[in-house]
Structures are given as C-alpha cells and as structure tokens.
C-alpha cells in the first residue's frame, strides 16, 4: 500500500481521528492516558494507535519507563497534495467549459 493510501485509510476511522485530534491538542501522552478519552477498550486504543504508528501519523518514545505517543503531521502533506492536485485539474476542466461557453456565445 503507498503512503497516500495508508494515511487515507487510517485517517478514515473516526476513534483514530480522535486519536490525533486530542494528541494535537494536548501533546505527547501515554496510551492509557488517551484511552480514558474513549468508550473503547485499552487494547482498542493501542490498536488504533498501531495503525496511525504504521503510517507515520503518530510515533513513540520512550522518557525513563513511559511510552509516549505523539502525533506526526508530516504525512499529512501528502493529502494536501493530493487534494491540491485535483484542484488543479477540477481549474484546468472548469476553464475549458467557461473558454467553450464564451465560443459559443459568440457564435
């Protein structure tokens, strides 16, 4: 799977965009730490956090015994341009009807 597809793919689970949006909001935390914000059990949690792990969207590091998770926003560049490069194409069709229209106008 590319790196597009693996971000699009885990980014489509809500409990995994609550992951990142509550690790963007207040930072590095511990897993047991974020699975207090949910309805999910800890082995839920961690298993969503493996998925955003995998694609680069959150990492972990270890401070003495403490795992902590923290949200990566780089892979997020990818959407972005992906996003950005179907603008351009949407402007590009969008420019030729109104160029096809104008013609026919004066036709």
Known sequence: MDQLSAVLKAA????????????????PMRVTDIARH?????NSVSK????????????????WREHLIEVQMGPLSD?????????S???LRLDALEAAL???DND
């Open 12 to 27: 489509s689970d809500a409990n995994r965009r609550a992951i990142l949006t509550l690790l963007a909001q207040e930072g």
């Open 38 to 42: 949910f309805d999910i059990s800890l």
């Open 48 to 63: 969503h956090i493996k998925v955003l792990e995998a694609c680069g969207l959150a990492t972990r590091r270890t401070e």
């Open 79 to 87: 959407i972005d341009q992906w996003f950005a490069e179907l603008r």
């Open 89 to 91: 194409i949407w402007t």
């Open 102 to 104: 104008k013609e026919d």
